[in-house]
């Protein structure tokens, strides 16, 4: 029997749009962090799919098809998820942002030199940089209670040293400063309920 036609929607991805094969859409998303792209059984549905954000896309699928887990009383599964981990603290840093739903990776950022608190603080400012640039409306959740308070005051109060060592990371603590104070969002900051729900989907999974 001739396996069913399948067409696929590459909403981010060295080529975005519509192909006809798995092999042109894995072309378009092969080493490309954060790529976006679903099968469709049919050319029409593809089509009506790409003229819409690939969240939406989702979001329409989870509630036609999600089943209520009582253990994710609360979750909000149409949503980004953060976290950051150090090895040491300080020591090497890094962060990702992650689909709630699933825990597909959206974004990853590493550094030599960090600490904790200044990967959360980055993934949040990260996450509401990246929901604002693709016109996105679902929420964050973070698990850091330092993080989202530096967010709020625009601020990362870090005692970290600046050294060359530290240099790259604090340029970029400089920008997600300064694009806080110069942007607006629309994107709620929620708090990840660690003792209800466990570990954040975005968790790095090092903690014994």
């Not at 253990?71 to 953060?82: K, M, T």
């Not at 962060?95 to 597909?104: A, P």
């Not at 950022?109 to 640039?133: D, Q, S």
Request: glycine fraction near 8%; aromatic fraction near 12%; include cysteine.
């Amino acid at each position: 029997m001739a396996k069913k036609k399948k067409y696929y929607v590459v909403w981010e991805g060295t080529e975005t749009g519509i192909f006809d094969s798995w092999d042109k859409c894995q072309k378009n998303i092969k080493g490309v962090k954060g790529a976006k792209y679903k099968a469709f059984d049919s050319e029409a549905e593809a089509r009506a799919a790409f003229q819409k954000n690939y969240w939406q896309v989702v979001g329409q699928q989870k509630t036609e098809t999600a089943k209520p887990l009582s253990a994710n009383a609360g979750i909000i599964l149409d949503s980004l998820a953060v976290d950051a981990a150090c090895s040491g603290n300080p020591g090497v840093m890094e962060y990702q942002g992650v689909r709630t739903s699933d825990k597909f990776q959206i974004f990853h950022k590493k550094f030599p030199v960090g600490t904790n608190n200044i990967g959360e603080f980055l993934a949040i400012v990260h996450g509401l940089a990246y929901m604002k640039k693709h016109g996105f409306t679902q929420p964050i959740y973070s698990d850091s209670v330092n993080g989202m308070a530096w967010v709020r005051q625009k601020k990362c109060k870090t005692k970290l040293p600046r050294t060359p060592e530290t240099e790259e990371l604090f340029q970029y603590i400089e920008r997600a400063e300064n694009w806080l104070k110069t942007n607006t969002w629309d994107t709620q900051i929620l708090k990840w309920d660690t003792d209800n729900w466990g570990e954040i989907p975005a968790d790095f999974n090092r903690k014994h």
